[in-house]
């Protein structure tokens, strides 16, 4: 790595920090295998805003790890109350047994949520979230006698995990069409919002496309609302882009839904805990769905783990019939495991106590300012922005798809910045701790690599 940002705190000397390990054995998830271990790009300490990659060298985080680590790196309060828990009991299994600090957790999340979603079922990751809420979906609607809604809408270019409950609701190409033969049947698909030839360069959420929550009435006229359990969606698709609901959209299909008793789900493994101003998307926007799905920033990234929020109703109806029985035959082997949970409890603290869901609500306007200031850089066709997070994305060029996007991610990391591609979209999501000085860096550094890229 070479030209390193102003005010980097890089060794000069640039002297490798370890040993270069084998690149044989792992197997790397959503990796262009071979191009990476042809050129790899290795981090080995985070600290505040910064990794260090293998050679020593300082690379400012625009990504918050990958959605994460909204509370910045290296934090003590986590690291320490990971450290006490894991010496004090390192497991306690959730199946027929409890512990107490996963109860605790469960409360304090309950604190930040919406009104009526008072339940929490823990999980490992997005993924095992929305499968989760699929098949809470599914247990409620038998236990309220009306088994035949077995049917989920989901919504093109949604990301939802890769489980197969996750790819068959989602709507990304790549993610499902290897595995087509073996989706989930009795799915269908709303259109998505995203609208470039309307709404260019809109700052914050456009007023076009509203209309398209319509969409779902036609689907419920086709298969019957008797046969529809839940409708699911990401507030805001993070993994697609950065594509923001318009105005009224989301208000627009949650009254669809109660018209018709279908649930509503909301994704919120990206948007949640304070990415884009508020503690979670439904009160940023103002519309509560029956589920929210969470993960990432639950716990900085410290440890995998992931909460399902849940209404009341919906909790209390699975939970008729016999006191003795299992009411829902589903969960993992670490729900609730008592190190992540300790993480977390650190992390929802170190959110209240630095109030970063309202930092990210205050810098929003400057954040705003300064990605819109690529505007008018080559190829640049669309910038999309809510909160602490923005899209950016580029025409493709004669070399294909997602080559343009690769060669600025490339760039800005060579350069000191990582920020991530999806096809000719960068994407930016900071930590929340970032300051305005940190905001300019990234931004100076995607306008060379832009540039530099052309």
């Known amino acids: 790595m070479a030209d390193l940002p102003l005010n980097s705190s890089s060794d000069a000397s640039h002297q490798s920090s370890t040993e270069h390990p084998s690149l044989e054995h792992f197997w790397m998830p959503f990796t262009a295998n071979r191009q990476f271990k042809a050129n790899p790009r290795l981090l080995t300490k985070a600290e505040g805003m910064?990794?260090?990659?293998?050679?020593?060298n300082k690379v400012l985080d625009a990504t918050a790890g990958l959605w994460c680590c909204n509370a910045g790196h290296g934090r003590k309060e986590i690291s320490e109350a990971v450290s006490k828990q894991i010496k004090e009991m390192d497991y306690a299994p959730s199946f027929q047994m409890g512990h107490p600090i996963a109860f605790e957790l469960a409360e304090r999340l309950v604190e930040l949520s919406p009104e009526g979603l008072n339940k929490v079922f823990f999980t490992n990751s997005g993924s095992e979230s929305v499968d989760t809420a699929l098949k809470m979906a599914l247990c409620y609607h038998r236990a309220n006698g009306q088994a035949s809604r077995t049917r989920f809408i989901g919504r093109e270019m949604g990301y939802h995990g890769v489980g197969f409950g996750g790819i068959s609701v989602g709507g990304l190409s790549n993610n499902r069409k290897a595995?087509?033969?073996?989706?989930?049947?009795?799915?269908?698909?709303?259109?998505h919002t995203l609208d470039i030839q309307n709404a260019a360069f809109t700052r914050g959420l456009s007023h076009f496309g509203a209309e398209k929550a319509e969409v779902l009435e036609q689907l419920v006229t086709l298969h019957g609302a008797e046969n529809i359990a839940a409708v699911i969606v990401e507030p805001m698709s993070g993994s697609a882009g950065?594509?923001?609901?318009p105005?009224?959209?989301?208000?627009?299909?949650?009254?669809?839904?109660?018209?018709h008793g279908i649930l509503l789900i909301f994704d919120e493994v990206i948007t949640a805990f304070g990415r884009v101003g508020a503690a979670f998307a439904s009160q940023r926007w103002g519309v509560i769905p029956d589920i929210i799905t969470t993960a990432k920033a639950i716990n900085n990234g410290a440890i995998p783990m992931?909460?399902?929020?849940?209404?009341?109703f919906i909790h209390d109806t699975c939970m008729q019939g016999s006191n003795e029985l299992i009411e829902f035959f589903h969960g993992y082997t670490y729900s609730g495991h008592p190190v992540a949970a300790a993480a977390a409890l650190a992390t929802l603290s170190i959110y209240e106590n630095e109030q970063l869901f309202e930092r990210s609500f205050e810098l929003e306007r400057y954040f705003e300012d300064a990605v819109h200031s690529l505007k008018g850089l080559p190829n640049v066709i669309d910038i999309r922005n809510t909160g602490l997070?923005?899209?950016?994305?580029f025409s493709p060029n004669a070399q294909g798809a997602g080559k343009r996007g690769y060669g600025v991610f490339e760039h800005c990391f060579?350069?000191?910045?990582?920020?991530?591609?999806?096809?000719?979209?960068?994407?930016?999501?900071?930590?929340l701790i970032v300051d305005k000085r940190e905001i300019d860096q990234m931004v100076n550094s995607l306008s060379d690599a832009i540039n530099a890229v052309g």
């Open 50 to 56: 910064y990794y260090t990659d293998i050679d020593g």
């Open 179 to 191: 595995f087509s033969g073996q989706l989930l049947q009795g799915v269908d698909h709303l259109p």
């Open 242 to 245: 950065v594509i923001l609901p």
């Open 247 to 259: 105005q009224g959209y989301l208000k627009r299909l949650r009254e669809i839904t109660k018209k």
């Open 306 to 312: 992931g909460a399902v929020f849940v209404q009341d």
């Open 389 to 393: 997070v923005a899209g950016i994305q």
């Open 414 to 431: 060579r350069h000191g910045t990582l920020v991530r591609a999806t096809g000719d979209i960068i994407a930016m999501s900071p930590p």
